[in-house]
């Protein structure tokens, strides 16, 4: 079945680090891709997609490339802030929208 | 407008107790999905709706669970009897009508604790 596959967290980064959250996917068809956050205490926000190859989907400073080659869609900041840090998922879905989601990745930036 | 409600946000209820959780979902979205989050297994898609009807309750783990969704303004989420291991976050979740790959909206989750 299709599944997503996230880096193992945590990831604790120093404030303006550069950051990367690997994810890759596995599916048939072409599925949308999605990356969520979580912050402590909520529910999970979108935080940026993607629904085609080579699409780039970006929000507050995050971008993320729809790398079909590659079965790919890594998360990428360039200077990160305290605030950023969260529980960040990546996910795919096809057709019927329901959504499968990575196991997550805990991100902790120290000022 | 308002996002996804969920009530209760927290409950804590003592084992062989039935627990309801209830959701209203966003005005005109016709997709309802119910998730569970817990440390072990991560985010799990327990059943979703479209238009009201059920298409797919594969993920709900035993007869214990059951879902409703009378209308397109409500659904439940109903755990009977609960036991300590249905400790978790369950989220409910929308999303409208139509293309692919359209953004599905979390509600903050109704934290259950069974002791």
């Known amino acids: 079945g299709d599944s997503v596959t996230q880096m193992e967290g945590p990831v604790t980064l120093s404030e303006e680090a550069f950051l990367t959250i690997n994810c890759t996917y596995t599916?048939?068809?072409?599925?949308?891709l999605f990356w969520y956050v979580q912050y402590p205490g909520e529910g999970l926000q979108l935080l940026l997609k993607?629904?085609?190859?080579?699409d780039k989907g970006s929000n507050k400073g995050f971008e993320a490339t729809y790398r079909k080659e590659t079965t790919s869609f890594h998360l990428e900041k360039g200077s990160v802030q305290v605030s950023d840090s969260a529980v960040y998922f990546c996910?795919?879905?096809?057709?019927?929208?329901?959504?499968?989601f990575g196991q997550g990745t805990r991100l902790t930036i120290n000022p | 407008d308002a996002g996804v409600i969920q009530s209760p946000r927290h409950e804590v209820t003592e084992m062989g107790q039935e627990v309801t959780l209830r959701c209203k979902p966003i005005?005109?979205?016709?997709?309802l999905f119910w998730y569970r989050q817990t440390m072990m297994r991560g985010l799990e898609l327990l059943i979703y709706?479209?238009?009201?009807?059920?298409?797919?309750d594969s993920g709900m783990p035993e007869d214990r669970f059951s879902a409703k969704m009378p209308n397109a303004s409500f659904s439940t989420l109903k755990i009977q009897p609960s036991e300590p291991r249905d400790s978790a976050v369950y989220f409910c979740?929308?999303?409208?009508?139509?293309?692919?790959?359209?953004?599905?909206?979390f509600g903050e989750g109704s934290w259950l604790t069974v002791v």
């Open positions: 979740a929308s999303s409208p009508p139509g293309q692919w790959g359209n953004t599905i909206y």
């Open positions: 599916a048939t068809g072409y599925p949308s």
């Open positions: 993607a629904t085609k190859a080579d």
């Open positions: 996910a795919l879905s096809k057709g019927a929208q329901k959504l499968v």
């Open positions: 005005s005109g979205h016709d997709y």
């Open positions: 709706f479209n238009n009201n009807v059920p298409i797919d």
